[in-house]
C-alpha cells in the first residue's frame, strides 16, 4: 500500500502563488497515475490535474486550467501542484491521490484508490 503525504498549504493572499508537494512513498503503489483534486467545504472533490507515468501526460480539470501546473519527480516520487493568481474561491483542502482506475476518466475522484490526508489553502481576500 502506498503512502501519500501532502505538504505545502497555507494562509496566502488573493493574487498569491503556492506550491504543494506529495510524496509517495513508493513508485510501485501508484499506479499509472498520480493526481491532485480539492474539496471546499461543503461542495464535492474536484478533479485539478493529473500526471500519467507511462507518457508523461498531464490533464488538467477545468477549474484551475491555466493557473495550475502539474509536475513530477521522478527520482523521489514526488508529485507537485504550483498554484497561481489564487482566488478566495480556490481555498479548499488539496489532496493527493493514486492508482486510478485502469479504465474510466481520471476526474472521477471514486475511482482512485489511495489518498493523502490533505492540505489546506486559504485565500484572503
Known amino acids: 500500500q502506498v503512502h501519500l503525504v501532502e505538504s505545502g498549504g497555507g494562509q496566502v493572499q488573493d493574487g498569491d502563488s503556492v506550491r504543494l508537494s506529495c510524496a509517495a512513498s513508493?513508485?510501485?503503489?501508484?499506479?499509472?497515475?498520480m493526481a491532485w483534486f480539492r474539496q471546499a467545504p461543503g461542495k464535492e472533490r474536484e478533479f485539478v490535474a493529473s500526471f500519467r507515468w507511462s507518457d508523461g501526460k498531464i490533464f488538467y480539470g477545468s477549474s484551475l486550467k491555466g493557473r495550475s501546473a502539474i509536475s513530477m519527480d521522478n527520482v523521489n516520487n514526488t508529485l507537485f501542484l504550483q498554484l497561481n493568481a489564487l482566488k478566495p474561491e480556490d481555498t479548499a483542502v488539496y489532496y493527493c491521490a493514486a492508482d486510478p482506475p485502469a479504465s474510466g476518466p481520471y476526474n472521477n475522484y471514486r475511482l482512485w484508490l489511495y489518498w493523502g490526508q490533505g492540505t489546506q489553502v486559504t485565500v484572503s481576500s
Open positions: 513508493e513508485r510501485a503503489g501508484t499506479g499509472d497515475a
